[in-house]
């Protein structure tokens, strides 16, 4: 059983910064994870993707503030938010595929197996 546990979420201040963690218990080589998020009453959608430093995706509306990272030793994903935004409230979810492939990950949330139980980020103006 594949698990993954976030952390790191919180309530913060329109221009802070989090760091969100995800411990993953078996990883995949060259399988592709990610963070999504889902705002109440919309849908869970890509924030950034990773299967190696070469294969890095983000959505539009984080691109420059956003960086995601994967530490081997410690079999941690983080997902480091700068500049946050009123609209980047949501609760956070990492997500692993279990496909050892290349190039870049696919956005799409239905390409992604195992989840982990999310974590909530709310950034008041």
């Known amino acids: 059983l594949v698990q993954l546990v976030e952390s790191g979420g919180g309530s913060i201040q329109a221009g802070g910064s989090l760091r969100l963690s995800c411990v993953v218990s078996?990883?995949?080589?060259?399988?592709?994870m990610g963070w999504f998020r889902q705002a109440p009453g919309k849908e869970r959608e890509r924030v950034a993707t990773?299967?190696?430093?070469?294969?890095?995706t983000y959505s539009d509306s984080v691109k420059g503030r956003f960086t995601i990272s994967y530490d081997n030793a410690k079999n941690t994903l983080y997902l480091q938010m700068n500049s946050l935004k009123p609209e980047d409230t949501g609760m956070y979810y990492c997500?692993?595929?279990?496909?050892?492939?290349?190039?870049?990950?696919?956005?799409?949330?239905?390409?992604?197996?195992?989840w982990g139980q999310g974590t909530q980020v709310t950034v008041s103006s």
């Open positions: 997500a692993a595929n279990r496909r050892a492939s290349f190039g870049f990950c696919l956005p799409d949330v239905y390409d992604y197996i195992d």
């Open positions: 078996t990883y995949t080589y060259n399988e592709c």
């Open positions: 990773f299967r190696s430093a070469r294969y890095i």
